[in-house]
């Protein structure tokens, strides 16, 4: 062999050494986990809202999901987290969340150091809910036979009412006599029971004596003036 040869076999080798590289970077570059393996989605199962994440990681590396509701000034709320494992037709996992319509919904992914971000952009619900408000019943006719009422001979029998006085009767009846009288004096109460008081006698006497006396104070006076005469 020259020189010449070995120096072209060699270049070949080399060229087919770095091709051979080349497509081997590219197919593990194509076969490692990425981000972009990963989506979400909110749906409706029956009336329910459930959030469902499709890993098509054709590497098949495990991964785990973990959902969060956005709310009002920058406060979120941990929904679940879940295990995944990639495959090339589509793994789905899915979260029982009752979801509000045009909610939003940030979901992260982890999958060992080849992934530890969130799906962009944020998942937003539709702008419907699942369940539809139902219409109240419209309130039928009642169809109930009404009982029948008690007759007049079954009823119990109303007790008598007393009767109220008649104005005849409480006028027929007799007045009570006003007592209209004078009382009597209290001096007057013994002339009225024996018809004299009991000291006529005493006051009699008395009116005697001082006559008796009254008698012979005159009959002094007459004697003094008729002997002051004679004198």
Known sequence: MTRRSVRRSVHLLGVASGSTALVLGLAGSALACNIKDFSAEAKCEGDKGVIVVTDTDASAKDATITVFLKGVGGIETKVGEKPVTGSKEGARITFAEDWKPSATYRVHVKADKAVDEDIRPD??????????????????????????SPSKSESA??????????????????????????????????????????????????????????????WLGMRRRGASRNG
Do not use: F, H, M, Q
Request: aromatic fraction near 0%; hydrophobic fraction near 35%; include cysteine.
């Open 123 to 148: 998942l937003v619900t539709p702008s419907t809910a699942c369940k539809t408000e139902s219409k109240p019943p419209t309130p039928t006719a009642s169809t109930t036979t009404p009982s029948p």
């Open 157 to 218: 029998p109303a007790e008598p009412a007393t009767p109220a006085p008649s104005a005849s009767e409480s006028s027929s009846a007799p007045a009570a006599p006003s007592n209209n009288a004078p009382s009597p004096a209290v001096g007057d109460s013994n002339l009225a029971e024996t018809g004299a008081s009991s000291n006529t006698g005493l006051i009699a006497g008395v009116a005697a004596a001082l006559v008796v006396v009254g008698g012979g104070a005159v």
